[in-house]
């Protein structure tokens, strides 16, 4: 595999649209916009369930999304996390660029945001989340994607697919069966080795 690296999200997309990266993992509320918009892709595998996406407040007084009318959240308002985040609180009657000011930062920034107090809460995934609640007990999900999506349709969604473009597929048929493979060697070492893959991860 070629690795491409990007700065932002909206670029990270952009590879795909343009056909300069064959796949990548990304929301699937983005890759329909991109199909919708006439971009050749195809989803070809599923990648991390909505249980990874929180939003986290240290303000006992924010029990829910609704709560947080009138304040502040940090949030990555390029990701298809925030589509999601969105969606739900639009089924709330929230529009969250109305009601709520968005601080638009990406996941780690987001974190430093909250940490400094800048904002009252922050969008954000795992393993961050799950970090951030080790370093300050007082932090609380506000928002649980899985919950709320379940909540909203009934099933458990899916935060992250991978997509692949059908010019690529059509170009090496086997790719997307290869890339699963590569996939499913790397679950499979994360299964079977996960201090080793502890130590990749930490590096």
Do not use: C, H
């Not at 343009?18 to 916009?33: A, H």
């Not at 529009?95 to 809460?121: M, P, S």
């Not at 009934?154 to 473009?165: I, P």
């Amino acid at each position: 595999l070629d690795i491409v690296t990007y700065p932002s999200i909206a670029a990270y997309y952009a590879g795909l649209a343009t056909g300069e990266v064959d796949t990548l993992i990304g929301g699937p509320t983005f890759f329909q916009k991109l199909r919708l918009e006439g971009v050749p892709i195809k989803i070809v595998a599923t990648g991390a369930t909505l249980s990874d996406l929180l939003v986290l407040t240290a303000d006992p007084a924010i029990k829910t999304l609704a709560d947080l009318k009138g304040k502040q959240i940090a949030a990555d308002m390029g990701s298809g996390q925030y589509q999601i985040l969105a969606i739900y609180a639009a089924s709330k009657g929230l529009d969250l660029k109305k009601d709520i000011t968005i601080v638009n930062a990406n996941f780690a920034v987001a974190r430093a945001q909250l940490a400094a107090g800048r904002v009252e809460a922050a969008m954000v995934i795992e393993p961050i989340a799950t970090m951030m609640m080790k370093e300050n007990p007082s932090l609380k999900p506000v928002f649980e994607a899985n919950k709320a999506w379940k909540e909203l349709t009934g099933s458990e969604g899916w935060e992250l697919v991978y997509a692949m473009r059908e010019d690529s597929i059509k170009r090496v048929p086997a790719m997307p069966k290869m890339f699963l493979g590569a996939l499913q060697d790397v679950s499979a070492f994360l299964k079977s080795s996960p201090d080793e893959a502890d130590k990749i991860a930490s590096e």
